[in-house]
Every structure is written in C-alpha cells, then in structure tokens.
C-alpha cells in the first residue's frame, strides 16, 4: 500500500531555514507530481510548490523566490527547502502524491522568536 510521510518541521525564528522531506513508498513515485501543500490555523489548505516527473518546478505565491521543492527518485524523496522564514509561514505543511492520491499526516512549521 502506498504511503506518504512527511519530516522535518520544527520551531524556528523569523529569517531562519527548513528542510521539509517526503518519503512516499511504492515503485510509481518517479512518475508522479508531487507537491507540497500548508494549511494555517483557521485558513483553507494551499499549494506552496510542485515537481514534475522530470523535475520542472511551479511555486505559489510568496513561496517564489524563498522555497526550493525538489526530488531524489532513486530515494523516493521529495524535499522543500524553505530559507528567509516569516511568521505567516507556520502552518502544517502536507505532501501530496498524485498518483495515486495520497496525502501525509503533516509536519507542523512554527516560525516564531
């Protein structure tokens, strides 16, 4: 059964960096897109970036410029490095794997000093 399971949040202060990981198991994973989505307390959840089969990147918003989605297939990997930190970035933070669809549990991202 296919699985995906998100790493990687923590606590960190306003212009710091993480590295998000995402593990999804099953032999399908370099064909998928994968993207990272967040969800903030209150708010609807959004999609912060995605990666192609072949590694072409699209990012949202204010992720643009500051976030750098990526992925090692022979791992089965996707990463989101995430530099410059804000405070509006804590959110839980869910990888999705398009096929099949599956979403992780979620790893929590709390930006504050």
């Known amino acids: 059964q296919v699985q995906v399971v998100e790493s990687g949040g923590g606590l960190v202060q306003p212009g710091g960096s993480l590295r998000l990981s995402c593990v999804a198991s099953?032999?399908?994973?370099?064909?998928?897109?994968m993207g990272w989505y967040r969800q903030a307390p209150g708010k609807q959840r959004e999609l912060v970036a995605t990666?192609?089969?072949?590694?072409?990147?699209t990012y949202v918003g204010s992720a643009k410029g500051r976030f750098t989605i990526s992925r090692e297939n022979a791992k089965n990997t996707v990463y989101l490095q995430m530099n410059s930190l804000k405070p509006e970035d804590t959110a839980v933070y869910y990888c999705?794997?398009?096929?099949?669809?599956?979403w992780g549990p979620g790893t929590q991202v709390t930006v504050s000093s």
């Open positions: 999705h794997l398009s096929a099949p669809d599956r």
């Open positions: 099953g032999s399908i994973f370099k064909m998928a897109v």
């Open positions: 990666i192609s089969s072949d590694g072409m990147a």
